[in-house]
T-cell receptor, first 115, second 114 residues
Framework: GAGVSQSPSNKVTEKGKDVELRCDPI?????LYWYRQSLGQGLEFLIY????????KSGLPSDRFSAERTGGSVSTLTIQRTQQEDSAVYLC?????????????FGPGTRLTVL | AQKVTQAQTEISVVEKEDVTLDCVYE???????LFWYKQPPSGELVFLIR??????QNEISGRYSWNFQKSTSSFNFTITASQVVDSAVYFC???????????FGKGTRLSVIA
C-alpha cells in the first residue's frame, strides 16, 4: 500500500501491562511523527524522528512512553505499565522532509483501551 | 509557545448552506505554516491545505476556501453549498517550520443534515 500503515488497529489491555504499537511510514519518507488523540486533550504531539538525528521526545507524557525507529523506517511506540489515562487513539504520520515544507500523511491510528 | 484555538466545538447546518470554521493562532515565530485537516467518521486525518506565513493570498479549491489574515492571526475555512459528505471533524494546525510537529486546535465537529 502507498499510505502510512499502523498495527494493530485496536488494542485492549489490562492496567499495568506493556503494549507496543507499530507504524510503517510511506516508503522514502525520512520524517516520522507520533501523536495521540484523546477526548479530553485533542491531538497531541508525542515524538518526532528525522533521519539519523536524535528524536525529539519533548511531547512524551511520562517515562513510561518510549519509541524507536529501526533502519530509518518502521517505528514502534512502547507504553510500559499502562494506565487508564493512556486510553486514546495513537496516530502516526510521515513526511518527505526535504527542501521546503512537506505535508504529513497520517495513518489510520491504533485505538488503545486500557481496562 | 504556539497555540491554536478553534472556538466552535460543534456546528450543525442544513445541506447547501455555507459554513465557516474559525481558527485563531498564536506564535512568536515570523515564519510558520498553517494547515487544515479533515477527520471523517472513518478516523483518518486527511490533509486539506497548507499556507505559509508569507503568503496571505486567499485560496479557493472547489467548494472550499480559506481566508488567512495575519493582522488578526486567523485562518478561517469556508465550505460553500455544504454536503452531507462534509460531515467530519476539522482541525486547524500550526507548525513553526518545514517539518516540525504540528500543534493542533481542539477541532470543530461539523454536521451537515440532509
Amino acid at each position: 500500500g502507498a499510505g502510512v500503515s499502523q498495527s494493530p488497529s485496536n488494542k485492549v489491555t489490562e492496567k499495568g501491562k506493556d503494549v507496543e504499537l507499530r507504524c510503517d511510514p510511506i516508503s522514502g519518507h525520512t520524517a516520522l511523527y507520533w501523536y495521540r488523540q484523546s477526548l479530553g486533550q485533542g491531538l497531541e504531539f508525542l515524538i518526532y524522528f528525522q533521519g539519523n538525528s536524535a528524536p525529539d521526545k519533548s511531547g512524551l507524557p511520562s517515562d513510561r512512553f518510549s519509541a524507536e525507529r529501526t533502519g530509518g523506517s518502521v517505528s514502534t511506540l512502547t507504553i510500559q505499565r499502562t494506565q487508564q489515562e493512556d486510553s486514546a487513539v495513537y496516530l502516526c504520520a510521515s513526511s518527505l522532509a526535504r527542501g521546503g515544507y512537506n505535508e504529513q500523511f497520517f495513518g489510520p491510528g491504533t485505538r488503545l483501551t486500557v481496562l | 509557545a504556539q497555540k491554536v484555538t478553534q472556538a466552535q466545538t460543534e456546528i450543525s447546518v442544513v445541506e447547501k448552506e455555507d459554513v465557516t470554521l474559525d481558527c485563531v493562532y498564536e506564535t512568536r515565530d515570523t515564519t510558520y505554516y498553517l494547515f487544515w485537516y479533515k477527520q471523517p467518521p472513518s478516523g483518518e486525518l486527511v490533509f486539506l491545505i497548507r499556507r505559509n506565513s508569507f503568503d496571505e493570498q486567499n485560496e479557493i479549491s472547489g467548494r472550499y476556501s480559506w481566508n488567512f489574515q495575519k493582522s488578526t492571526s486567523s485562518f478561517n475555512f469556508t465550505i460553500t453549498a455544504s454536503q452531507v459528505v462534509d460531515s467530519a471533524v476539522y482541525f486547524c494546525a500550526l507548525s513553526e517550520s518545514g517539518n516540525t510537529p504540528l500543534v493542533f486546535g481542539k477541532g470543530t465537529r461539523l454536521s451537515v443534515i440532509a
